[in-house]
């Protein structure tokens, strides 16, 4: 399996909870011996992190690229788990992370193979002068076992310049 791939080349587990279970057998006689399980959580190596748009910065297209990225590769999810991407207009005065748990999301796409995501068309219009909230999470059967931290962007209003400047032509030369 991938999973087992993974093991043999890079000499460590996978994150996530393993059963490790060992049976004593004995060489003469039919009585079985033990058996001793354990579990092992390894969740030390992994990560899941946001990269850009950075928490708090300007974005100045209405599509802008999502990036994130997470410690294994794709092909070792287990059945049941895939990662989502979430995007939610924030209130006036509210923060990302209670964004993300609080408002509908103006994007949700589910079932990621890439870390990078450019805003679809076909999604909800990113509005000039609002802030976003983002975050990824990772999947497993229905419940969120892993998220990144959220981050906010801003999407600036145009603004026109205050001066408006302008140049009177004359159809004869004055010599000034």
Not at 72 to 85: D, K, M, Q, V, Y
Request: net charge negative; with cysteine.
């Amino acid at each position: 399996s991938s999973q087992s791939d993974f093991i043999r080349t890079q000499h460590r587990l996978p994150s996530g909870m393993f059963n490790h279970c060992i049976q004593v057998v004995q060489l003469s006689g039919i009585e079985s011996g033990d058996e001793y399980c354990n579990t092992i959580n390894a969740e030390e190596d992994s990560f899941l992190y946001l990269v850009n748009p950075a928490d708090e910065d300007t974005v100045h297209t209405d599509r802008p690229l999502l990036s994130w990225t997470h410690s294994e590769p794709f092909n070792l999810l287990s059945e049941g788990e895939f990662f989502r991407l979430v995007v939610v207009k924030l209130n006036d005065n509210q923060d990302a992370a209670s964004g993300i748990v609080a408002n509908k999301p103006v994007l949700l796409r589910n079932y990621l193979e890439r870390h990078q995501v450019v805003y679809p068309y076909d999604a909800e219009k990113l509005e000039k002068g609002e802030r976003y909230g983002w975050q990824v999470q990772k999947i497993s059967k229905g419940t969120v076992i892993n998220q990144t931290e959220s981050w906010e962007f801003i999407l600036p209003e145009d603004k026109l310049p205050e001066d408006h400047l302008y140049v009177e032509l004359k159809t004869k030369p004055d010599g000034r």
